[in-house]
């Protein structure tokens, strides 16, 4: 499994239940990174889409006590999550949101994608500083670029002490 998402400078990733920045090249990045996978979210993040409607081309999974829905494959904890997850292969698998949903699953995420936009997006919502986290080392970081008026860096971090899905 994997994680994909942009963080401001102080590591956070949201704002209103929605996004900080418009940034195209990054959602680019994302949907070329997703489409044809499998996403994983919480009930919140799926409420943030258009419509509240679950991403075209991808197997949607939302983590909600409640059932979400015909269009998404509901599972309502980490056991049913990952009993689910387990019948994808494990690097089609994106977390995608939100926060609380990060916090629970990127010590089973291999690796994890950030775009680090050198700003401060007024965050409500963060993630831990993979830089300060002793089990995650960024592995590769892109040149900064500007997109749409911020500068971003794309940045691969690996963790080196991934926890195993349950059986």
């Known amino acids: 499994m994997k994680a994909i998402f942009h963080a401001d400078r102080k590591w956070g990733i949201g704002r209103a239940n929605g996004l900080m920045f418009s940034l195209p090249k990054d959602m680019k990045f994302f949907r070329e990174t997703t489409r044809g996978k499998v996403v994983v979210m919480g009930l919140n993040t799926l409420r943030s889409f258009p419509g509240g409607k679950p991403l075209k081309g991808r197997t949607n999974i939302v983590l909600s006590p409640e059932d979400v829905g015909e269009e998404v494959i509901t599972v309502h904890d980490l056991e049913e999550l990952f009993a689910e997850v387990k019948k994808y292969p494990a690097d089609e698998v994106y977390v995608i949101g939100g926060a609380s949903v990060y916090r629970a699953l990127l010590p089973y995420c291999s690796e994890v994608l950030v775009t680090k936009v050198e700003a401060d997006g007024g965050a409500e919502?963060?993630?831990?500083?993979?830089?300060?986290?002793?089990?995650?080392?960024?592995?590769?970081?892109?040149a900064p670029e500007e997109d749409n008026g911020f500068l971003i860096r794309f940045c691969t971090y690996k963790n080196l002490k991934i926890r195993t899905l349950l059986s």
């Open 125 to 142: 919502v963060f993630v831990p500083d993979l830089d300060e986290e002793e089990d995650f080392v960024c592995v590769s970081e892109s």
